[in-house]
């Protein structure tokens, strides 16, 4: 039996349990030496760790082989876990994109901002306002160097904009997602040296790992720390490994900007070597931070966007990207830090996307703007406790009218008029509805649901909702979308 992580799980069992492997008794002691670490440490240099943050787009939960894919193996990935913890109950904030990365980069449920109800941004003059409070924002403040490489998604110019959302250096593209040979976005070519648009040959996942190489080499020359997000559009469509610029030519032949999603494209092999390759600049960036001495004082967080699509592995869940089943919101969540953190262990706590920016200003020194408090909580646990606090998250997502919380083993589910109660740690399928035998519960976390729903901004009629149907894929069968549903794409020439 195949063999391929820290903690020599075998690959079956991973696949069949999401604690599979999980030692509470490493966690606590973990936890504990984390705390400890801290003690009397806020006036020390290396209190003020550098921050590296990859994230993939669209990778699914069992995407990585450490996570228990079986398909292909991704080494430099997979190091980070062992080198560091992996999260075996990490949420995304939304099932698509733009509403994760507001969650994110603000640290507070995406419904609180009208861009968050997009999902994701489509063609609508809508993004993160320059005036609210980030991460990068916060670190700048407090005299980090901030950069991203890779997938913004939050806003196009003139209005909005990473330089204008707390970042010092960008480069990579706007929207939502681009060739990854022309570098095509759905209506026009989409690379950015900053608010220039540029043009540069090459593979996107090499040139993104290349430039946050270069980056960490260039923060490495100065006193100061850095925090550097590395957004890569892997494994996102179009589905082309780097040896598919044939593919990408014959997409851009159709002159058609809907190809780009490439529903006639695609297999498993070719997903894996997209994946593969953003692992291989995973550990380009890792190199970097080794040869440039920074590697036991930097946090290295390595997470996904939302759950997996076509060709991802999202085992053992249900559900892919736009559905609040399990595997449309689940990722793979894994954090280095070697000064305090110890290797190989699994962490077992219910976390989610907006956890990091409270997490990580607060391990920085800084703190979130007190006029714009965050929702998500400090999850390396700096208190001293060994453990997070219970608590209850929500989601809701516009598509078929799908609603969701968690709370414990329990999930509150509705998608149309049905609704479930699942016990997701017994049943990570979501196949067994207890809401007949367990209606205290239930209605419990339902009362939960609705309490929370109005204290959020509500849907937007006009906001975009994508999910899939029947004619794209077969599983979803009886599924249809209306014409008007679309966002307007311009005409091919």
């Given at each position: 039996m ?21 030692s ?22 290396r ?15 069992a ?29 995304a ?16 449920y995406?419904y ?15 993004g993160?306002?320059?005036?609210h ?25 003139p ?11 960008f ?23 900053g608010?220039?648009?540029?043009e ?8 993104l ?22 957004h890569?559009?892997?494994?996102h ?7 598919d610029?044939?593919?990408?030519r ?43 001495g ?5 946090i ?29 919101i ?17 962490h ?7 956890d990091?920016?409270p997490?990580l ?5 800084a703190?979130?703007h ?13 208190t ?29 589910l ?9 016990n ?30 109005k ?30 549903d ?8």
């Open positions: 195949k063999i391929n992580n820290r903690n020599n799980i075998p690959i079956s069992d991973l696949r069949v349990s999401e604690n599979a492997g999980l509470r008794r490493a966690f606590l002691s973990a936890g504990a030496g984390l705390a400890g670490a801290y003690a009397g440490a806020a006036a020390a240099e209190a003020r760790p550098n921050i590296v943050f990859i994230m993939a787009d669209d990778l699914g939960y995407d990585l082989s450490c996570y228990g894919r079986r398909e292909y193996e991704t080494p430099h990935i997979d190091s980070l876990a062992q080198d560091g913890v992996r999260h075996l109950q990490a949420y904030n939304s099932a698509v994109c733009s509403a994760t990365r507001t969650a994110l980069i603000t640290g507070r995406q609180r901002l009208p861009v968050g109800l997009e999902e994701p941004i489509a063609l609508r003059d809508v993160l306002p320059p005036s409070p980030t991460l990068p924002s916060i670190l700048r403040n407090h005299g980090y160097h901030t950069a991203l490489v890779g997938k913004w998604h939050l806003g196009a110019l209005n909005y904009g990473p330089l204008k959302s707390g970042y010092d250096h480069w990579g593209y706007r929207s939502g997602a681009i060739d990854y040979f022309t570098h095509m976005g759905v209506m026009e070519p989409d690379l950015w040296d608010e220039t648009r540029i540069e040959d090459g593979y996107l996942t090499d040139l790992g290349r430039r946050a190489s270069e980056m960490i080499t260039h923060f490495a020359k100065s006193d100061r720390p850095f925090f550097l997000s590395v890569f559009s892997a494994p469509w179009p589905w082309t490994g780097p040896n610029e044939a593919e990408s014959r997409l851009a032949k159709t002159r058609n900007p809907a190809a780009l999603l490439h529903w006639d494209g695609g297999d498993l092999k070719t997903y894996g070597e997209i994946v593969a390759r953003m692992d291989l600049q995973v550990g380009r960036v890792l190199d970097a931070l080794r040869a440039a920074l590697e036991e004082q930097t290295v967080v390595f997470t996904s966007d939302n759950g997996g699509e076509r060709f991802s592995d999202t085992w053992p869940f249900s559900g892919k990207k736009t559905h609040l089943l399990e595997g449309g689940r990722v793979p969540s894994i954090v280095k830090w070697p000064q305090v953190l110890k290797a190989g262990v699994n077992d706590d219910i976390i989610i996307s907006m990091w920016a997490t200003a607060r391990v920085c020194g703190r979130m007190p006029d714009y408090p965050a929702d998500g909580v400090d999850i390396f646990a700096l001293g406790k060994q453990t997070l606090q219970e608590r209850t998250l929500f989601w809701r997502y516009k598509n078929l009218d799908q609603e969701a919380c968690r709370s414990g083993p329990w999930k509150y509705k998608i149309l008029e049905n609704t479930f109660l699942f997701v740690v017994a049943d990570p399928l979501e196949r067994a509805n207890l809401k007949a035998r367990r209606p205290e519960i239930f209605n419990c976390l339902k009362q939960e649901y609705d309490a929370w729903n204290s959020m901004l509500p849907v937007d009629s006009l906001s975009y909702s994508h999910g899939f149907v029947g004619n794209e894929m077969p599983d979803h069968f009886g599924l249809t979308r209306k014409p008007e679309l966002p307007k794409l311009p005409k091919p020439e």
